[in-house]
């Protein structure tokens, strides 16, 4: 039992490792891209938004 139990566990580990090594660079790129996004184009963005809800708003509703 304590064999059966043995192998599985590293059938686990080496498809968890494997995943793991495959993701995590995409992941790590994901997560700089979005925080420099988030930072050095955040006011162009939210503007872009503004302007596109300005030409749907209605005069009396406030602005950006």
């Not at 494997?18 to 994901?30: A, S, T």
């Not at 979005?34 to 938004?49: D, L, T, W």
Request: charged share 20%; glycine share 4%.
């Amino acid at each position: 039992m304590a064999k059966v139990l043995h192998r599985e566990f590293v059938y686990i580990w080496y498809y968890f490792d494997l995943q793991l090594r495959q993701i995590f660079p995409y992941w790590v790129l994901g997560m700089v891209i979005g925080s420099a996004i988030s930072v050095f184009a955040k006011e162009r963005i939210h503007n872009m938004f503004c302007s596109l809800g300005e030409t749907v708003r209605k005069p009396h509703e406030l602005s950006c």
